[in-house]
Protein backbone atom coordinates (compact mmCIF):
# COMPACT_ATOMS: atom_id res chain seq x y z
CA UNK A 1 0.00 0.00 0.00
CA UNK A 2 1.56 3.18 -1.15
CA UNK A 3 0.72 6.62 0.00
CA UNK A 4 1.99 10.22 0.65
CA UNK A 5 4.18 10.42 -2.52
CA UNK A 6 5.32 6.87 -2.14
CA UNK A 7 5.63 6.41 1.94
CA UNK A 8 4.52 2.92 2.38
CA UNK A 9 1.87 2.21 5.07
CA UNK A 10 4.40 1.44 7.56
CA UNK A 11 6.51 4.28 7.10
CA UNK A 12 3.13 6.99 7.55
CA UNK A 13 2.73 4.75 11.16
CA UNK A 14 6.66 5.54 12.01
CA UNK A 15 6.03 8.98 11.04
CA UNK A 16 2.83 9.76 13.32
CA UNK A 17 4.81 8.08 16.16
CA UNK A 18 8.08 10.33 15.85
CA UNK A 19 5.22 13.29 15.89
CA UNK A 20 3.62 11.93 19.24
CA UNK A 21 7.54 11.85 20.75
CA UNK A 22 8.34 14.99 19.43
CA UNK A 23 5.47 16.81 20.78
CA UNK A 24 6.30 15.44 24.11
CA UNK A 25 10.10 16.92 23.59
CA UNK A 26 8.97 19.74 22.80
CA UNK A 27 6.53 20.49 25.58
CA UNK A 28 9.01 19.24 27.94
CA UNK A 29 12.23 21.28 26.25
CA UNK A 30 14.64 19.84 28.50
CA UNK A 31 17.95 21.62 28.05
CA UNK A 32 20.33 18.37 26.95
CA UNK A 33 22.90 20.48 24.66
CA UNK A 34 24.52 23.25 25.06
CA UNK A 35 26.80 25.06 22.68
CA UNK A 36 29.77 27.86 23.36
CA UNK A 37 30.77 29.45 20.85
CA UNK A 38 34.14 30.45 22.44
CA UNK A 39 35.95 32.26 19.30
CA UNK A 40 35.41 33.53 16.18
CA UNK A 41 39.02 34.01 15.51
CA UNK A 42 40.22 30.90 13.47
CA UNK A 43 43.94 29.32 12.24
CA UNK A 44 42.16 28.95 8.86
CA UNK A 45 40.34 30.58 6.05
CA UNK A 46 37.91 28.06 4.83
CA UNK A 47 35.82 28.71 1.54
CA UNK A 48 32.82 27.23 3.32
CA UNK A 49 32.93 28.88 6.31
CA UNK A 50 29.30 29.71 7.68
CA UNK A 51 30.10 32.49 10.19
CA UNK A 52 33.33 33.84 8.53
CA UNK A 53 35.50 33.17 10.86
CA UNK A 54 39.04 35.21 10.64
CA UNK A 55 42.65 34.88 12.03
CA UNK A 56 41.22 38.41 13.98
CA UNK A 57 38.38 39.23 15.25
CA UNK A 58 36.37 42.39 16.09
CA UNK A 59 34.59 40.25 18.84
CA UNK A 60 36.67 39.30 21.46
CA UNK A 61 37.16 35.72 22.99
CA UNK A 62 34.96 35.36 25.93
CA UNK A 63 36.54 35.19 29.23
CA UNK A 64 36.12 31.44 31.16
CA UNK A 65 35.07 32.61 34.00
CA UNK A 66 31.73 34.06 31.95
CA UNK A 67 30.75 31.00 30.76
CA UNK A 68 31.43 28.88 34.44
CA UNK A 69 29.16 31.49 35.22
CA UNK A 70 26.53 29.98 32.91
CA UNK A 71 27.10 26.33 33.53
CA UNK A 72 26.68 27.29 37.47
CA UNK A 73 23.59 28.58 36.65
CA UNK A 74 22.59 25.81 34.95
CA UNK A 75 23.64 23.12 37.64
CA UNK A 76 21.79 25.47 40.60
CA UNK A 77 18.55 25.16 38.86
CA UNK A 78 18.57 21.43 38.80
CA UNK A 79 19.99 20.40 35.31
CA UNK A 80 21.92 16.95 35.90
CA UNK A 81 22.97 15.89 32.58
CA UNK A 82 24.16 18.29 29.87
CA UNK A 83 26.63 18.02 26.90
CA UNK A 84 28.67 20.89 26.37
CA UNK A 85 30.59 21.04 23.11
CA UNK A 86 33.21 23.90 22.91
CA UNK A 87 33.36 25.42 19.43
CA UNK A 88 33.82 28.27 17.39
CA UNK A 89 36.02 30.10 15.40
CA UNK A 90 39.04 27.42 16.39
CA UNK A 91 38.71 26.38 19.91
CA UNK A 92 42.02 24.83 20.08
CA UNK A 93 43.27 28.96 19.45
CA UNK A 94 42.59 29.15 23.29
CA UNK A 95 45.09 28.17 25.76
CA UNK A 96 42.16 27.42 28.98
CA UNK A 97 39.79 25.16 27.26
CA UNK A 98 41.00 22.41 30.15
CA UNK A 99 39.83 25.11 32.62
CA UNK A 100 36.22 25.14 31.18
CA UNK A 101 36.47 21.01 30.80
CA UNK A 102 37.78 20.31 34.59
CA UNK A 103 34.17 23.18 35.50
CA UNK A 104 32.13 21.19 33.13
CA UNK A 105 33.23 17.67 34.74
CA UNK A 106 33.06 19.07 38.57
CA UNK A 107 29.16 20.38 37.71
CA UNK A 108 28.43 16.26 36.29
CA UNK A 109 28.61 17.70 32.65
CA UNK A 110 30.37 16.09 29.84
CA UNK A 111 31.96 18.30 27.03
CA UNK A 112 34.00 17.99 23.75
CA UNK A 113 35.07 20.46 21.05
CA UNK A 114 35.31 20.61 17.29
CA UNK A 115 38.31 21.11 15.94
CA UNK A 116 39.32 21.56 12.53
CA UNK A 117 42.86 20.36 13.61
CA UNK A 118 45.26 21.52 12.78
CA UNK A 119 47.11 22.74 15.78
CA UNK A 120 45.91 19.26 17.94
CA UNK A 121 49.28 17.83 18.83
CA UNK A 122 49.50 14.44 21.07
CA UNK A 123 50.26 16.51 24.33
CA UNK A 124 47.12 18.63 23.69
CA UNK A 125 44.79 16.34 22.82
CA UNK A 126 46.78 14.35 26.30
CA UNK A 127 45.95 17.64 28.36
CA UNK A 128 42.29 17.84 26.93
CA UNK A 129 41.15 13.95 27.55
CA UNK A 130 43.26 14.26 31.07
CA UNK A 131 40.51 17.77 31.63
CA UNK A 132 37.98 14.93 31.10
CA UNK A 133 37.18 15.68 27.25
CA UNK A 134 34.67 12.47 26.37
CA UNK A 135 34.46 13.58 22.51
CA UNK A 136 35.77 15.16 19.80
CA UNK A 137 34.55 15.90 15.99
CA UNK A 138 36.95 16.50 13.71
CA UNK A 139 36.54 17.93 9.76
CA UNK A 140 37.86 16.42 6.81
CA UNK A 141 36.49 17.48 3.15
CA UNK A 142 38.19 15.05 0.49
CA UNK A 143 41.36 13.40 0.14
CA UNK A 144 44.47 16.01 0.38
CA UNK A 145 44.58 18.01 -2.52
CA UNK A 146 40.67 18.95 -2.17
CA UNK A 147 40.66 19.40 1.41
CA UNK A 148 43.51 21.56 1.03
CA UNK A 149 41.95 23.81 -1.53
CA UNK A 150 38.57 24.26 0.86
CA UNK A 151 40.73 24.56 3.78
CA UNK A 152 43.49 27.42 1.96
CA UNK A 153 46.50 25.64 3.69
CA UNK A 154 48.82 22.78 2.47
CA UNK A 155 48.84 21.32 6.10
CA UNK A 156 45.83 21.15 6.42
CA UNK A 157 45.48 17.56 5.52
CA UNK A 158 48.52 15.79 7.68
CA UNK A 159 47.13 18.00 10.66
CA UNK A 160 43.44 15.93 10.12
CA UNK A 161 45.57 13.08 9.62
CA UNK A 162 46.94 12.73 12.75
CA UNK A 163 43.88 14.22 14.88
CA UNK A 164 42.01 11.26 13.62
CA UNK A 165 44.98 8.95 14.09
CA UNK A 166 44.66 10.33 17.71
CA UNK A 167 40.70 9.58 18.08
CA UNK A 168 41.30 6.29 16.72
CA UNK A 169 43.62 5.00 19.61
CA UNK A 170 42.46 6.63 22.98
CA UNK A 171 38.38 5.22 21.33
CA UNK A 172 40.37 1.39 21.07
CA UNK A 173 41.99 2.03 24.61
CA UNK A 174 38.56 3.77 26.10
CA UNK A 175 35.17 2.16 23.71
CA UNK A 176 32.58 3.39 26.10
CA UNK A 177 34.35 6.52 27.28
CA UNK A 178 35.52 8.41 24.24
CA UNK A 179 33.50 9.33 21.15
CA UNK A 180 34.60 11.30 18.15
CA UNK A 181 33.53 11.70 14.70
CA UNK A 182 34.54 12.80 11.43
CA UNK A 183 33.02 15.43 9.61
CA UNK A 184 32.35 16.54 5.98
CA UNK A 185 31.12 19.12 4.04
CA UNK A 186 29.98 17.81 0.23
CA UNK A 187 30.35 20.10 -2.09
CA UNK A 188 31.20 20.62 -6.39
CA UNK A 189 34.44 19.63 -5.73
CA UNK A 190 34.44 16.71 -3.78
CA UNK A 191 31.22 14.69 -4.06
CA UNK A 192 32.49 12.81 -6.94
CA UNK A 193 35.20 11.84 -4.71
CA UNK A 194 33.16 10.37 -1.43
CA UNK A 195 34.06 6.76 -1.92
CA UNK A 196 37.48 7.16 -2.34
CA UNK A 197 36.99 9.28 0.83
CA UNK A 198 35.54 6.21 2.33
CA UNK A 199 37.93 4.00 1.48
CA UNK A 200 40.48 6.34 3.09
CA UNK A 201 37.98 6.42 6.70
CA UNK A 202 37.95 2.76 6.39
CA UNK A 203 41.76 2.28 6.08
CA UNK A 204 42.67 4.66 9.26
CA UNK A 205 40.17 2.80 11.41
CA UNK A 206 37.49 5.61 11.79
CA UNK A 207 33.82 3.79 12.76
CA UNK A 208 32.17 7.37 12.70
CA UNK A 209 31.42 9.30 9.70
CA UNK A 210 28.88 13.02 9.83
CA UNK A 211 28.25 14.08 6.14
CA UNK A 212 26.87 17.84 5.75
CA UNK A 213 25.64 19.63 2.32
CA UNK A 214 26.74 23.49 2.52
CA UNK A 215 24.08 25.80 3.19
CA UNK A 216 25.19 29.31 1.61
CA UNK A 217 25.76 31.37 4.51
CA UNK A 218 29.00 33.69 5.89
CA UNK A 219 31.97 33.29 3.60
CA UNK A 220 29.96 29.86 1.92
CA UNK A 221 27.71 32.61 0.47
CA UNK A 222 30.28 33.94 -1.42
CA UNK A 223 31.50 31.25 -3.40
CA UNK A 224 29.68 28.45 -5.40
CA UNK A 225 29.91 25.16 -3.36
CA UNK A 226 26.05 23.92 -3.04
CA UNK A 227 25.10 21.12 -4.34
CA UNK A 228 22.35 21.17 -7.20
CA UNK A 229 19.26 18.84 -6.81
CA UNK A 230 21.09 16.09 -8.82
CA UNK A 231 23.96 16.30 -7.05
CA UNK A 232 21.85 15.89 -3.79
CA UNK A 233 19.78 13.17 -4.88
CA UNK A 234 23.30 11.56 -5.69
CA UNK A 235 24.97 11.98 -2.06
CA UNK A 236 21.36 11.09 -0.31
CA UNK A 237 21.95 7.66 -2.50
CA UNK A 238 25.46 7.31 -1.49
CA UNK A 239 25.19 7.71 2.42
CA UNK A 240 22.40 5.10 1.95
CA UNK A 241 24.33 2.74 0.34
CA UNK A 242 27.50 3.16 2.68
CA UNK A 243 25.00 2.58 5.64
CA UNK A 244 24.85 -0.59 4.28
CA UNK A 245 28.73 -0.94 2.47
CA UNK A 246 31.45 -3.69 4.06
CA UNK A 247 34.79 -3.22 2.72
CA UNK A 248 36.46 -6.41 1.00
CA UNK A 249 38.21 -6.51 4.24
CA UNK A 250 35.08 -6.53 6.31
CA UNK A 251 35.26 -3.18 7.77
CA UNK A 252 32.22 -0.91 8.05
CA UNK A 253 31.81 2.79 9.05
CA UNK A 254 28.59 4.08 10.55
CA UNK A 255 27.50 7.26 8.57
CA UNK A 256 24.76 10.03 9.31
CA UNK A 257 23.56 12.97 7.47
CA UNK A 258 23.82 15.79 9.22
CA UNK A 259 20.40 17.09 11.10
CA UNK A 260 19.14 19.58 8.45
CA UNK A 261 16.08 18.73 6.49
CA UNK A 262 13.19 16.86 6.05
CA UNK A 263 14.21 14.44 3.35
CA UNK A 264 11.24 12.87 2.40
CA UNK A 265 11.63 8.99 1.56
CA UNK A 266 15.11 8.80 2.26
CA UNK A 267 14.10 9.54 6.60
CA UNK A 268 15.44 6.75 7.98
CA UNK A 269 17.68 5.75 4.88
CA UNK A 270 20.41 8.77 5.57
CA UNK A 271 20.86 8.48 9.33
CA UNK A 272 19.41 7.10 12.37
CA UNK A 273 16.76 9.00 13.12
CA UNK A 274 13.72 11.25 12.18
CA UNK A 275 14.34 14.60 10.86
CA UNK A 276 13.85 16.42 14.13
CA UNK A 277 15.08 20.52 14.58
CA UNK A 278 15.74 20.55 18.31
CA UNK A 279 17.09 24.57 18.09
CA UNK A 280 15.69 26.03 21.27
CA UNK A 281 13.97 22.87 22.49
CA UNK A 282 17.07 20.51 23.23
CA UNK A 283 19.94 22.80 22.72
CA UNK A 284 21.00 26.10 23.46
CA UNK A 285 23.92 28.05 22.72
CA UNK A 286 25.87 30.71 24.40
CA UNK A 287 27.57 32.86 21.68
CA UNK A 288 31.03 35.04 21.85
CA UNK A 289 29.39 38.07 22.41
CA UNK A 290 27.51 36.51 25.30
CA UNK A 291 24.01 36.09 23.22
CA UNK A 292 21.72 33.09 23.86
CA UNK A 293 20.45 30.98 21.25
CA UNK A 294 19.74 27.93 19.82
CA UNK A 295 23.09 25.62 17.68
CA UNK A 296 25.28 28.44 16.70
CA UNK A 297 23.69 28.40 12.54
CA UNK A 298 20.66 29.79 14.01
CA UNK A 299 21.91 33.64 13.77
CA UNK A 300 19.14 35.86 13.17
CA UNK A 301 17.94 38.35 15.52
CA UNK A 302 14.37 37.18 15.65
CA UNK A 303 15.96 33.94 17.20
CA UNK A 304 18.66 35.52 20.20
CA UNK A 305 16.64 35.14 23.44
CA UNK A 306 18.91 37.30 25.42
CA UNK A 307 22.28 37.90 26.26
CA UNK A 308 24.54 36.45 29.64
CA UNK A 309 25.91 40.34 30.01
CA UNK A 310 22.61 41.31 30.49
CA UNK A 311 21.94 42.68 34.13
CA UNK A 312 20.47 39.83 36.21
CA UNK A 313 21.35 37.20 33.79
CA UNK A 314 19.21 34.15 34.31
CA UNK A 315 19.91 31.79 31.71
CA UNK A 316 17.71 28.76 33.28
CA UNK A 317 14.47 31.65 33.60
CA UNK A 318 15.73 32.60 29.67
CA UNK A 319 15.55 28.87 28.77
CA UNK A 320 12.46 28.31 30.44
CA UNK A 321 10.19 31.19 29.90
CA UNK A 322 11.86 32.24 25.92
CA UNK A 323 12.53 30.19 22.77
CA UNK A 324 8.76 30.53 22.27
CA UNK A 325 9.03 31.22 18.84
CA UNK A 326 11.37 27.91 18.14
CA UNK A 327 8.87 26.04 20.32
CA UNK A 328 5.44 27.06 18.40
CA UNK A 329 6.51 26.76 14.69
CA UNK A 330 2.68 28.05 13.17
CA UNK A 331 4.60 31.20 11.86
CA UNK A 332 6.98 28.63 9.30
CA UNK A 333 3.91 27.50 7.65
CA UNK A 334 4.24 30.10 4.71
CA UNK A 335 5.11 30.55 1.00
CA UNK A 336 6.33 27.28 0.21
CA UNK A 337 5.07 25.14 3.45
CA UNK A 338 2.01 26.98 3.15
CA UNK A 339 0.04 24.26 1.50
CA UNK A 340 2.81 21.46 1.86
CA UNK A 341 1.28 17.75 2.43
CA UNK A 342 4.61 16.91 4.69
CA UNK A 343 4.40 20.04 7.08
CA UNK A 344 3.64 17.86 10.24
CA UNK A 345 6.32 15.91 9.58
CA UNK A 346 8.70 18.66 8.82
CA UNK A 347 7.51 22.09 10.74
CA UNK A 348 9.39 24.75 8.20
CA UNK A 349 12.36 22.98 7.90
CA UNK A 350 15.41 23.86 10.29
CA UNK A 351 15.43 27.13 12.12
CA UNK A 352 18.70 28.60 10.76
CA UNK A 353 17.06 28.58 7.20
CA UNK A 354 14.97 31.37 7.88
CA UNK A 355 16.27 34.83 7.82
CA UNK A 356 13.51 35.95 10.74
CA UNK A 357 10.51 34.44 12.16
CA UNK A 358 8.48 35.43 9.22
CA UNK A 359 9.69 34.19 6.27
CA UNK A 360 9.46 31.12 4.70
CA UNK A 361 12.78 28.60 4.48
CA UNK A 362 15.44 29.36 2.14
CA UNK A 363 14.75 25.90 0.46
CA UNK A 364 13.34 22.65 0.78
CA UNK A 365 15.28 19.84 0.90
CA UNK A 366 12.96 17.77 0.37
CA UNK A 367 11.33 19.43 -3.14
CA UNK A 368 15.35 19.47 -4.27
CA UNK A 369 15.27 15.60 -3.96
CA UNK A 370 12.01 15.24 -6.02
Known amino acids: MKRNNHLSLRDIILRHLFSSYRKIE??????????????????????????????????????????????????KNG????????TGGEPLLRDDLEEVGRA?????????IVTNGLYMTEERF????????????????????????????????KAVEKTIGLCVERKKRLPKGFAYDVITCVHHGNIKKLPLLRDYLLEKGVSDWRIFSIF????????????????????MDFIAQTRNYVSPEGRKIHLNYACEGYL???????????????AGINVGSVMCDGSVSACLSVRAKDFIQGNIYQENFDFMKIWNERFLN???????????????????????????LHKDAKSECAYCNKAMLE
Request: aromatic content about 10%; hydrophobic content about 30%; overall charge positive.
Open 126 to 157: SSLCESGMGSLSVSIDGLEEEHNALRGNPESF
Open 326 to 352: MRDRRWAKTGMCRKCKSWKWCLGNGIH
Open 79 to 86: VQRLMVCI
Open 104 to 112: ARQRGFGWG
Open 26 to 75: TREHRLNYLFWECTLRCNLSCRHCGSDCLKTSGVEDMPASDFIRVLDNIK
Open 264 to 278: GRYELKVRDYFFFCR
Open 216 to 235: PSGRANQNDLSLTPEEYKQL
